[in-house]
């Protein structure tokens, strides 16, 4: 593991400094804002998880040692909990076990110009588990490694994550299911 | 974990390959680590060429996803958190650390009353010497002078 470049900020926020509070901001909200935004489908809530998400950083700041994880994975976790915290609370399952199949059926053509809101609409069809390996790994650019210690699975699990995700996507996007 | 297992050293085949296409996506530079040199070498031949194209058409969909830059509200409403946030968790430490300390104290202290019962055990009262009618020459024995009478 390299040297974790959020480590000497996390120490200076501890110790107070106001411009380093301002850098980690600037440095994580957008990828916060982003990850929650992809996993919630939903811009205000994905705000209140970014609001959250930092309040613990700033509590965990001052005492932050860095363990297994670097701070970056560390935090994904964090914004991630707190999604899925939102996810229970809608009641869209009756039981805290997720689902693992996604709803494949084609979504409709989309018009010129809302192709977005299809891959929006897709992204949240897709089974959470699976959404969140593709949102970690496809948008957030973690690594393989990164991404596994986030979810806290196997990078063989990510994997296989990822491609029954992609394969769901493909079929709502494209209209067939990735298989020659 | 898997990808300890895999490295540069050992050939993709096209089974590998296209698994690795179905999870990562087209851009080799997503994949793990340890096999991008081999997946390199691999997505040079026409059917790694062709694996890729495919993955590819799935990602310029989800490149279509984007998300608003946080708005300037949100940005200061965080910041503006963050003083009193960092200012409390810091004044929480340092109490906590102080009661921290005093139990270390406390804890030292009875240990210490501990040890000092176990190795000087109570000495039985020595009643003669203790005597509130006894003076230091108490035990000088009798009277020399009534001795001689």
């Given at each position: 593991m390299g040297a974790d470049t959020d480590e000497e900020l996390v120490r200076r926020i501890g110790a107070g400094d106001p411009a380093a509070v301002q850098a980690m901001v600037a440095r994580k909200l957008p990828r916060i804002l982003a990850l929650a935004t992809r996993m919630l489908g939903d811009a205000a809530e994905a705000e209140d998880v970014a609001q959250e998400t930092f309040v613990r950083i700033w509590r965990h700041a001052s005492g932050?040692?860095?363990g297994h994880a670097r701070f970056d994975t560390w935090v994904h976790r964090v914004a991630l909990?707190?999604?899925?915290?939102?996810?229970?609370?809608?009641?869209?399952?009756?039981?805290?076990?997720?689902p693992e199949v996604a709803d494949e059926a084609p979504l409709p053509d989309a018009l010129p110009g809302d192709e977005e809101r299809r891959v929006s609409q897709a992204l949240q069809r897709i089974a959470p588990r699976q959404r969140e390996a593709i949102v970690?790994?496809?948008y957030q650019e973690l690594s393989n490694i990164e991404a596994a210690s986030a979810m806290q699975v196997s990078v063989d699990a990510l994997e296989s994550l990822l491609a029954r995700g992609r394969r769901s996507l493909q079929a709502m996007?494209?209209?067939?299911?990735?298989d020659d | 974990m898997a990808d300890e297992r895999k490295t540069a050293d050992v050939p993709l085949d096209a089974k590998r390959f296209a698994a690795l296409a179905d999870a990562y996506g087209g851009a080799l530079h997503r994949w793990p680590a340890a096999?991008?040199?081999?997946?390199?070498?691999?997505?040079g031949t026409d059917e790694g060429r062709a694996v890729l194209r495919r993955a590819d058409s799935l990602d310029t969909m989800l490149d279509?996803?984007?998300?608003?830059a946080p708005s300037p509200t949100l940005y200061g409403a965080i910041v503006s958190g963050a003083v009193t946030a960092v200012r409390q968790e810091r004044r929480r430490r340092f109490w906590w650390l102080g009661f921290g300390l005093a139990g270390v104290g406390l804890a030292g202290a009875v240990a210490g009353l501990a040890l000092v019962t176990v190795v000087n055990p109570d000495i039985q009262s020595d009643h003669y010497v203790m005597d509130a009618n006894a003076t230091s020459f108490g035990d000088a024995g009798p009277d020399q002078a009534e001795e001689d009478l």
């Amino acid at each position: 593991m390299g040297a974790d470049t959020d480590e000497e900020l996390v120490r200076r926020i501890g110790a107070g400094d106001p411009a380093a509070v301002q850098a980690m901001v600037a440095r994580k909200l957008p990828r916060i804002l982003a990850l929650a935004t992809r996993m919630l489908g939903d811009a205000a809530e994905a705000e209140d998880v970014a609001q959250e998400t930092f309040v613990r950083i700033w509590r965990h700041a001052s005492g932050w040692r860095q363990g297994h994880a670097r701070f970056d994975t560390w935090v994904h976790r964090v914004a991630l909990n707190l999604c899925y915290d939102r996810l229970r609370r809608r009641r869209e399952w009756t039981t805290d076990e997720l689902p693992e199949v996604a709803d494949e059926a084609p979504l409709p053509d989309a018009l010129p110009g809302d192709e977005e809101r299809r891959v929006s609409q897709a992204l949240q069809r897709i089974a959470p588990r699976q959404r969140e390996a593709i949102v970690l790994v496809y948008y957030q650019e973690l690594s393989n490694i990164e991404a596994a210690s986030a979810m806290q699975v196997s990078v063989d699990a990510l994997e296989s994550l990822l491609a029954r995700g992609r394969r769901s996507l493909q079929a709502m996007l494209i209209g067939d299911d990735g298989d020659d | 974990m898997a990808d300890e297992r895999k490295t540069a050293d050992v050939p993709l085949d096209a089974k590998r390959f296209a698994a690795l296409a179905d999870a990562y996506g087209g851009a080799l530079h997503r994949w793990p680590a340890a096999e991008q040199a081999a997946a390199i070498l691999f997505a040079g031949t026409d059917e790694g060429r062709a694996v890729l194209r495919r993955a590819d058409s799935l990602d310029t969909m989800l490149d279509r996803h984007r998300v608003e830059a946080p708005s300037p509200t949100l940005y200061g409403a965080i910041v503006s958190g963050a003083v009193t946030a960092v200012r409390q968790e810091r004044r929480r430490r340092f109490w906590w650390l102080g009661f921290g300390l005093a139990g270390v104290g406390l804890a030292g202290a009875v240990a210490g009353l501990a040890l000092v019962t176990v190795v000087n055990p109570d000495i039985q009262s020595d009643h003669y010497v203790m005597d509130a009618n006894a003076t230091s020459f108490g035990d000088a024995g009798p009277d020399q002078a009534e001795e001689d009478l």
